[in-house]
């Protein structure tokens, strides 16, 4: 006799099940290890996720998702390594990046950068405010805001996830290129070695105050061995304006103005924890429009040239008889 096939309600309480199991682990790695900023560990943590999801599915169907991350998981390996290597040991610009800051908003700063401005208002040394809490979270969410969509979209929808994966890449290229021909060093590092008021790299900091002290273990790690001068662009805020402008022409406008405050969420983050230059952000944004220009050429182009292969193989099938 056949099996009967698995209810909606048995298939819907497995996924309650795999999904809880699966939160109880990720917390529990990340209190032990930390939050997951390496993009493999990410990719296993994405994985056991959609499986967990899709608990109900035979493994043949959890190996497409093998199958089509791997690759990208490679090339974000290829680019972490060079990003790495960008600097190549030059002198990095700074000067050029505290005047723009000083000079476009000096006006409102007292003619300080508004890292250091920040900085001299908000931060305190030996308290951690609720500000910095969410500063902490906003920067970590960099990490995994735009695979968590990417990988929404390769659940939901197929085209999707492959569009977003273009741009992001696009995207990735363009900063990776930047690195190496302008090499830029961010506020801390400027802070560091005298060039303006020193700044201190707080971009962890907030985890502590709620408790979780080997949180951010993976991501300050992380930031000691990266290459300290790829400041320009900030690929943090290009990548949150990235997961907002994709969904632009799919939502209801109203909903804009709420979804940018997470990119402008990014900025004040970086700026203030001493991250980036607020002429990096500028730049990170405009590399998105760059992106999605690009991305949206070769689409149409593409699509002109599948239409112009279609009408003879159209017309040749039409004289077969």
Not at 68 to 84: A, C, E, K
Not at 228 to 236: C, E, R
Request: proline share 6%; charged share 15%; with cysteine.
């Amino acid at each position: 006799m056949a099996a009967q096939p698995e209810t909606a309600v048995s298939s819907s309480r497995r996924r309650v099940v795999a999904m809880t199991a699966w939160t109880a682990a990720f917390v529990a790695c990340w209190l032990l290890i930390g939050l997951p900023t390496d993009p493999v560990y990410a990719f296993a943590w994405l994985w056991a996720a959609t499986v967990a999801w899709n608990s109900d599915r035979p493994w043949r169907s959890h190996l497409g998702f093998a199958r089509d991350w791997l690759p990208i998981v490679l090339l974000l390996v290829l680019y972490n390594l060079s990003r790495g290597f960008a600097d190549n040991g030059a002198v990095p610009h700074v000067a050029e990046l505290v005047q723009f800051d000083a000079w476009a908003f000096g006006w409102a700063t007292g003619g300080e950068t508004p890292t250091v401005w920040l900085q001299q208002k908000l931060y305190d040394p030996d308290v951690i405010h609720w500000w910095d809490v969410l500063a902490s979270w906003v920067y970590f969410s960099h990490f995994v805001a735009a695979l968590a969509v990417a990988v929404v979209l390769w659940l939901r929808a197929r085209p999707l996830w492959a569009a977003f994966m273009r741009r992001w890449f696009t995207l990735s290229f363009l900063g990776l290129i930047t690195y190496f021909l302008y090499p830029a060093a961010p506020p801390w590092w400027a802070g560091k070695y005298g060039i303006v008021e020193e700044v201190a790299r707080i971009s962890t900091r907030g985890w502590k105050a709620v408790g979780l002290h080997g949180a951010g273990n993976l991501l300050n790690t992380g930031q000691v061995a990266s290459n300290p001068v790829a400041a320009m662009p900030s690929l943090h805020t290009a990548f949150a304006l990235l997961v907002i402008a994709f969904f632009f022409t799919r939502i209801r406008k109203r909903w804009i103005p709420l979804l940018l405050l997470y990119p402008l969420a990014m900025t004040f983050t970086l700026v203030y924890c001493g991250e980036h230059w607020v002429i990096d952000v500028l730049v990170g944004w405009v590399y998105v429009g760059a992106a999605f220009l690009i991305c949206n050429l070769g689409e149409k182009w593409w699509a002109r040239r599948k239409a112009a292969r279609a009408v003879p193989e159209e017309r040749e099938a039409a004289l077969v008889p």
